[in-house]
């Protein structure tokens, strides 16, 4: 009953959203060509120039200058995971000669469909271990606060260059922001028996989370060089991306490598025994299921198949984190619990309609039907569990069904990493709930929507002008606020800045939530009684209270 299981469970439903043709149409009719109108407009009154060139451990690159900006794409910080690494740890890049040309985004790592439905899917390869630079002009020498984006996109898909992520106007802001590519699906995440064996660690299945600490690891030996300062890094993400963020928090491989940590809808927080495919002697037997069902039977001939064979047969099934002995060797929720995490300030929260239509069908939800049809998808639940989202009629139920999905998933993976974080007492924790419905059209994908997963997106990065939608001056205005409140934190540890509605710290037990909406204020934690009844489920399967390890 975990949203461990969510993308497995709502993969079916992804698909059918993202790759409709008439969906897709639509989507394109009504929102997709104003975006590239708006970008083909970017591109004509910011024509790139030749610009500055940065030395790099491997080489020299040069990027291009648009718009006041430094931008640098495509840079490798790893070589290509091909051939005899496919599945295998990132390996350093091979050294070049001259000057490297930074001006073009590279493919995407291999997988079907997109993250963000009524996205274009990208242009994919293996070879796909990039990173993109935006930063303002003229800054080399200086030692600028960054930002490094981790994708979302359940596991199995995701860019580092959607135009939604692009740096353009938070580095316009004073920061630098990067982005980068980590390995996906079967490449990123297959777990196998001759896989752990071959590997000195003992350990197979996180390649793609290796991918992300290969990333960190090269900002914190070159982004100097660029004018960036590699003792003020701060990692975030949404979604799977935010996933990765508590696990970097919680890996010892990434001790050191950031300073700060942004989390927006997402966190591995349940207790693991919802999810016992985690576990890596699990993980492995999914993994030979999935080369049976493309016919193979070893991982010589798994490394022999072509790269979109790979993605065809149980590829889905392989699209999750494993614990193992070296990036992951336990839960993230006992290593906070412990202590032990990768100790920064944080800033967390999610969404007020996170399971609306592109997570939770609707349709045959009734009140006749609704525990049944929950444990079909969930297993029984306590009745307790149940009792808090009452469901006597079929608008409730409706209603129940949203909210059920939403704290599951979403709601209390954030509250309890705010309070794990707050107990320590070592670092500040800002919280926050997003209720803020953008103007999505009618006619498109997003229609009614409302504050749903993705939603804050736009505001964060600041992309409204990205879509030709009927924005309001309150869309602006907390467009604004929140970007500020993002780069000040990377800069700082700390969102407050001038002008911007005072953020108070969370304590774990207060009302200091910050709620993001047509008007900023703080309040308490919203749907605090379903979170407490989840609170004492995930307690009694963990066999001691929250904030205390689990027992061995």
């Not at 749907?527 to 205390?548: H, I």
Request: proline content about 8%; charged content about 15%.
């Amino acid at each position: 009953m975990s949203h461990l299981f969510w993308y497995e469970t709502n993969r079916a439903r992804l698909a059918e959203i993202a790759e409709s043709p008439a969906s897709l149409a639509a989507t394109r009719e009504t929102v997709m060509r104003p975006k590239y109108i708006v970008l083909a407009a970017i591109t004509l009154f910011s024509t790139p120039a030749v610009a500055e060139i940065a030395q790099t451990k491997s080489g020299l690159v040069q990027g291009i200058t648009s718009g006041g900006l430094m931008v640098y794409k495509g840079v490798p910080f790893a070589a290509p995971p091909m051939g005899a690494l496919r599945w295998r740890p990132p390996q350093p890049v091979v050294a070049w000669r001259g000057v490297r040309k930074a001006e073009a985004f590279a493919p995407a790592c291999m997988q079907t469909g997109v993250s963000m439905p009524g996205e274009a899917p990208p242009v994919i390869s293996e070879d796909c271990l990039y990173l993109n630079i935006w930063k303002p002009a003229g800054t080399r020498r200086k030692k600028l606060a960054v930002l490094v984006k981790i994708y979302g996109g359940g596991f199995s898909s995701g860019s580092a260059s959607m135009p939604l992520y692009w740096g353009d106007r938070l580095a316009a802001k004073g920061i630098m922001v990067v982005t980068f590519g980590y390995r996906i699906g079967p490449f990123g995440f297959l777990a196998h028996p001759e896989l752990t064996a071959e590997s000195p660690d003992h350990s197979s299945g996180n390649y793609g989370l290796l991918d992300q600490i290969a990333a960190l690891q090269w900002i914190k030996r070159n982004i100097k060089s660029f004018g960036g300062d590699a003792a003020c890094v701060t990692i975030v993400g949404q979604s799977a991306g935010a996933n990765s963020v508590s696990i970097l928090m919680a890996s010892p491989l990434a001790k050191g490598l950031f300073q700060g940590a942004i989390a927006e809808s997402g966190g591995l927080f349940e207790p693991l025994r919802l999810a016992p495919n985690y576990f890596l002697a699990n993980a492995e037997k999914e993994g030979v299921t999935y080369a049976t069902s493309l016919g193979v039977g070893s991982v010589a001939e798994l490394r022999a198949l072509p790269a979109d064979a790979l993605l065809r047969g149980k590829a889905a099934t392989i699209s999750h984190p494993v614990i193992e002995p070296i990036v992951l060797p336990g839960s993230p929720y006992d290593v906070f619990a412990a202590g032990a995490q990768n100790d920064v300030p944080i800033l967390v929260g999610s969404n007020a309609n996170e399971a609306g239509a592109m997570i939770t069908n609707l349709d045959g939800v009734k009140a006749s039907s609704f525990e049944t049809d929950i444990a079909k998808q969930f297993g029984q639940l306590p009745p307790e569990l149940l009792a808090a989202y009452p469901h006597a009629t079929d608008l409730a139920a409706r209603e129940a069904r949203l909210g059920f999905e939403r704290d599951l998933r979403f709601g209390w993976d954030v509250w309890a990493w705010a309070r794990l974080e707050a107990l320590t007492g070592r670092n500040t924790v800002y919280y926050y709930h997003f209720t803020k419905s953008p103007p999505f059209p009618h006619g498109s994908l997003y229609q009614n929507w409302g504050a749903s997963h993705f939603a804050e997106l736009w505001y964060v990065f600041d992309h409204l002008d990205q879509e030709h939608w009927d924005w309001t001056g309150a869309d602006r205005n907390l467009a604004g606020a929140m970007s500020s409140y993002w780069v000040n934190f990377a800069k700082t540890g700390n969102p407050n800045g001038p002008g911007l509605p005072p953020w108070p710290a969370f304590k774990g037990t207060d009302d200091n939530v910050q709620y993001l909406g047509d008007t900023i204020s703080s309040g308490g934690v919203a749907n605090l009684r379903a979170l407490e009844t989840f609170d004492k489920v995930y307690d009694a399967l963990r066999g001691a209270p929250f904030g205390k390890p689990s027992p061995p």
